[in-house]
């Protein structure tokens, strides 16, 4: 491949497995993504969604293969400087620290410089005081900004998470099922969110929820199977396409019941 | 009526009282200490009174790293046990010119180990007492959380960690004395026997200094974003792994820190009990030392000086009435601890447990609306512009 090609793309995966004792959660993936797309990875329930994103975020140490992100061999790093390299990862239930407050959430994450000594000593500079009230403003939280984040609900939690991914000014975001356990409100608004981020950072968004994944899929989408890459296309190919109709559905197209 | 919702200024008003608060309750524990106890308080109850602070002191070192990070140590007898060791290594190296310490002559060594060379010098006892058992603290700690044990395992390494040293300290007669451990009482300082009225007086006072000290460095590292972080290491630390931090070494700085506080509270201790042995090394007291901190409330500073000197008292009292019974006493404290006050004396107050406490029995604080309105952050701000201002 050239030298442009590697720039263009964000994200590269080359013949991944990943096994655990003999089960392959991913099977020889491939599959790379340009900078600046929003991605959603759909698959039924053991497709390695997950791992997929263990994998990328440093969790999970891949069996074979490798994985580029901007061109650098991101395998073997500890998960704390791939996120410094500018991967953020949003978990499937919200994550956020439940006995700091809201605010005390987005500046821990905001600190620029990471290391213990810094920390420890540096006091928050303006730009990141800035960038805390900002994005308070942003997921809708600046009336609970000194609420402990155990008070919040489940919806503004998943807000609070996601600009709490934010803060870390990220270049890829990676999203495990933003969407599960929301109202259909709060679903609607985390997609807005979503495709509002989508303007300025590259995003992998994993989801179940077929109503959600039509609303944010203005790009590809991505279908695994058994840890394998099934389809890939636009949201109207991929759901037409009758392998993905046959995973899903458990049936082929012949029966016609679906 | 909700404290925990308010607006920025508010919450700076608030800090600022708070502040304010603190410092005047903190002079006042040290009026109380310093000037009011040592008049009152005969001078073997003030001896007893110091040991029990020189024993928070190692009971905020526990907080730090349980508390906060989340992280049980079992092993800080260890720590402790060093730093009393350095000071009576010191104290016994008071002698003439030529003269070994006399428990040396027992086992027919002639000359000073080289070990105890460095303890001649009080600057540099008081140095290393503080350095050693932080840097054995750091070197325990980096192999353990870089290998990310955490939880039961970690407690259970500290342990061993414990009985090693135990067992080493109770093997090397030629060195330290073995399980005589070293005297502290009839030894001199600064020309002073170690026991007498004056030497415990200072010995006294420098536990309240030091204890006040410390808290003020707990305080320092528990508040801001080095503090919040050990919280956030405590709540979930993966999660913090994907912001961008590596734990490692928050987590082994803090460890080195606790250790070398125990280890301060551990000199204070010897000098003030008269004699360390390695049975400060038992299971049981480093146990002990995590119990004070769960009696008085994990993660709050002041909790765990409270849940000291709580249980050291009521030991004390107890078990000069009640001998016989008293342990009784003190399982049944743990026992309530554990099933009443999860969150210790100072946590359930924090939690407005003695408002839950007077609802219990109808006494209820009047709310003018529901009470979940009143505390909706929307509602309150629509109020505050409704009303101007709220004060």
């Known amino acids: 491949m050239n030298e442009q090609s590697t720039i263009d793309k964000i994200l590269e995966i080359e013949n991944l ?19 600046g797309e929003l991605r959603v990875i759909i698959g039924p329930n053991g497709a390695g969604k997950t791992t997929f994103l263990d994998v990328i975020t440093g969790k999970v140490q891949p069996t074979q293969g490798r994985v580029l992100f901007k061109g650098k061999n991101i395998k073997k790093l500890p998960e704390y400087q791939i996120a410094r390299l500018g991967i953020g990862r949003k978990f499937q239930t919200p994550r956020v620290y439940l006995n700091l407050t809201a605010k005390e959430n987005l500046d821990l994450v905001s600190n620029h410089n990471k290391n213990v000594l810094p920390t420890l000593f540096a006091r928050p500079n303006s730009g990141e005081k800035r960038t805390v009230a900002g994005l308070l403003e942003t997921i809708g939280l600046d009336t609970k900004a000194n609420l402990l984040a155990n008070l919040l609900s489940h919806g503004e939690k998943q807000r609070l998470e996601i600009g709490m991914l934010v803060a870390q000014s990220p270049d890829l975001l990676l999203v495990d099922e933003p969407a599960a356990g929301l109202t259909d409100e709060e679903t609607e608004n985390i997609g807005a969110l ?3 981020l989508a303007e300025s950072h590259s995003i992998i968004a994993i989801e179940h929820d077929m109503e959600f994944v039509r609303q944010i899929a203005n790009d590809k989408v991505t279908v695994l199977h058994q840890g394998a890459l099934l389809c890939e296309g636009t949201m109207d190919e991929v759901q037409n396409d009758p392998r993905v109709i046959e995973v899903y559905l458990g049936q082929t197209p012949e029966d016609g019941n679906y | 009526m909700n404290l925990e919702i308010e607006t920025g200024i508010q919450t700076k008003q608030r800090k600022r009282k708070n502040k ?5 309750l903190i002079l006042a524990f040290v009026i109380i200490l310093a000037v009011i106890l040592p008049i009152v308080l005969p001078a073997f109850r003030l001896r007893l009174v110091g040991r029990f602070l020189s024993l928070s002191i190692v009971a905020l070192g526990i907080d730090l790293i349980w508390g906060y990070t989340g992280l049980l140590s079992l092993g800080h007898g260890i720590f402790f046990a060093l730093g009393g060791y350095a000071l009576a290594m010191h104290l016994n190296l008071q002698l003439p010119e030529g003269k070994l310490p006399d428990f040396f002559t027992l086992y027919g060594v002639k000359e000073l180990p080289w070990i105890w060379q460095p303890f001649y010098s009080l600057p540099v006892t008081i140095i290393a007492l503080i350095v050693i058992p932080g840097i054995v603290a750091g070197i325990l700690g980096y192999l353990v959380f870089r290998n990310r044990i955490k939880g039961v395992y970690f407690s259970i390494l500290t342990q061993a960690a414990l009985l090693v040293f135990f067992n080493f300290f109770n093997g090397q007669q030629e060195l330290i004395n073995g399980t005589n451990g070293l005297k502290t009482d009839t030894e001199t300082i600064f020309g002073v026997l170690a026991s007498s009225a004056n030497a415990q007086r200072a010995f006294y006072l420098s536990t309240v200094i030091c204890l006040v000290l410390i808290y003020g460095l707990c305080r320092w590292l528990t508040t801001g974003r080095f503090g919040r972080l050990l919280m956030a290491i405590r709540d979930d630390e993966t999660r913090v792994r994907f912001s961008g931090y590596n734990p490692t070494g928050y987590k082994v700085l803090v460890f080195a820190i606790s250790g070398a506080i125990a280890a301060i509270a551990g ?3 010897t000098v003030q009990t008269g004699i360390i042995t390695p049975s400060i090394m038992q299971v049981a007291f480093s146990i002990e030392m995590v119990i004070w901190v769960a009696v008085g409330g994990r993660g709050t500073l002041i909790g765990a000086i409270l849940g000291t000197l709580l249980v050291r008292l009521a030991q004390t009292f ?4 009640f001998p016989e019974i008293w342990l009784f006493f003190q399982g049944a404290l743990f026992l309530i601890v554990v099933t009443v006050l999860p969150d210790g004396i100072v946590g359930w107050w924090q939690n407005n447990g003695w408002g839950k406490l007077r609802s219990l029995f109808g006494f209820r604080d009047r709310l003018a609306t529901y009470p979940s309105i009143e505390i909706d952050p929307d ?5 505050e512009q409704i009303t101007g201002n709220k004060d």
């Open chain 1, 17 to 35: 497995t990943v096994s655990f004792d003999g089960f392959k959660a991913l099977d020889n993936l491939n599959f790379s993504m340009n900078t």
């Open chain 1, 194 to 196: 979503l495709l509002s």
């Open chain 2, 20 to 24: 304010l608060l603190e410092i005047g």
């Open chain 2, 267 to 269: 000199a204070l201790y």
């Open chain 2, 318 to 321: 107890l078990s000069e009435r």
């Open chain 2, 379 to 383: 509602v309150q701000q629509e109020r």
